[in-house]
């Protein structure tokens, strides 16, 4: 006799057991092993068709009229889907949604937002400002789960929009509004009505403080796409990538400006970011880097200081910590040049962060640059991977990196030796740090790299002197 085993499945990860637990081992959400389900599973309701078969042109998009939103979305959304966008407090996720329902709703498109966390005088406000008043754009205020479903069976959106999922609750449902177990059941049932009534729906998420989406893991996981949307609050640069897209590519970058009328597209990226450059300064240096299929050059700029301080300081702004600390490593031994008893500070001007290797290159030499106080010509770009042997090594994408920094007059270029070559571009291939080094005029050619810069001296005394 077969005997059917019993599995239990976490309701946040969807992890099984063969027994029940208290608190899952893989996502450490309690309680949510309390529902059973067979193993042998229900009878078979679809019947299997050669992959050949399968029809794919029934996915039409309906564009969103932003460009930039557009281009991450691979098109526009397509009917039945669930987009999830997510971003921290006050980036601009309200305003990026309304300006969406505000342009498909000119266009022709009856379109329903839900504001479930502001009034509606101050979304009003909002579309005043910018200019997004329409009579097919729809308002309520509602935070009721079945009101919501009510109203899109009643208004027949083909956008329906809810801002925020973690303040819509269902009265039927355990737990608090904002609760794990709310917010999963009101995403299920969301993401139901999507594809029954075919309506392109857009949900808003709020993040945690370590950037990760607030709520279950399941929210992520049973909607199409995931959108993140980010940047500096002190800066009007706005970042959209998708973390998560079942009807295109991740590869994509948006990128768009916060003003007083909106968020506006980038047209030139780079040019922005190297606008307010001070050429021949110590320090700085220009690197191509890519942000998804996108290339873009970006200014990284280095200060290095001496300091008394038995822990000397590493700040770094949007360059990973850790690299930083990797890079300086390198940049001693295998440059042998002294970086103990030096505050190193690094950053990346513009608010993009950067966080491939392809940088690498590019920081080491700011390092080596601010060390000696000397500047390196203001037309040279650098581009490799730097190995903790210190050697330079070939990145992805090389051609397109070089072309953009082509486009915006840099002639010179610090690379790898497999570069191959850029009409116009002056390729400098580099085999080390001390190739590097010397290609970017710091030191000769012929001369070891000094052990620190000439106009510094040693911050720190031998005590056994």
Known sequence: MTRTSVRFRC??????????????????????????????GAGATA??????????????????LLPELDRVLAGGLVPGSVTLIGGEPGVGKSTLLLQALGAMAAAGARCLLVCAEESPAQVRMRADRLGVVTPDLLLVAETSLPAIVAHVADVAPDILAVDSIQT????????????????????????????????STVLVGHVTKDGAL???RVLEHIVDTVLSFDGDRHHALRMLRAAKHRFGATDELGLMEMTEAGLLPLADPSALFLGDRKPGASGSIVAPVMEGARPLCVE?????????????????????????????AVLQRRGQIEMSGRDVYVSVAGGVRVAEPGADLAILL?????????????????????????????????????AEALRLGFQRAIVPPSTPDIRGMNLVRVVDVHDALAAA???????????RGPHLVSATPDPFA
């Not at 019947?47 to 969103?64: H, I």
């Not at 177990?181 to 995403?187: L, N, P, T």
């Not at 581009?383 to 397109?400: F, H, N, S």
């Open 47 to 64: 019947r299997p068709v050669p992959l050949a078969d399968v029809d794919t042109t029934g996915m039409p998009r309906r564009p969103t």
């Open 300 to 328: 990284v700029q280095s200060l290095v200081n001496m300091t008394t301080a038995l822990v000397p300081r590493r700040v770094a702004q949007a360059v990973d910590t850790n690299r930083l600390a990797m890079l300086i």
């Open 11 to 40: 309701q946040d990860c969807g992890y099984e057991t063969t027994k029940w637990l208290g608190k899952c081992p893989d996502c450490g959400s309690w309680g949510g092993l309390d529902a059973p389900s067979s193993a042998s």
């Open 168 to 199: 819509v609750h269902d009265p039927d449902s355990p737990g608090a509004p904002g609760s794990v177990s709310q917010v999963r059941d009101a995403a299920q049932r969301l993401v139901r009505l999507a594809k029954e009534q075919n309506v």
């Open 214 to 216: 607030a709520g279950p």
């Open 366 to 402: 700011a390092l080596a640059s601010a060390e000696y106080d000397a500047p390196i010509p203001a037309t040279t770009v650098a581009l490799g991977e730097v190995g903790l042997g210190g050697e330079i090594r070939q990145v992805a994408q090389t051609p397109r990196r070089l």
């Open 441 to 451: 005029r710091l030191i000769g050619n012929d001369e070891p790299a000094p052990a």
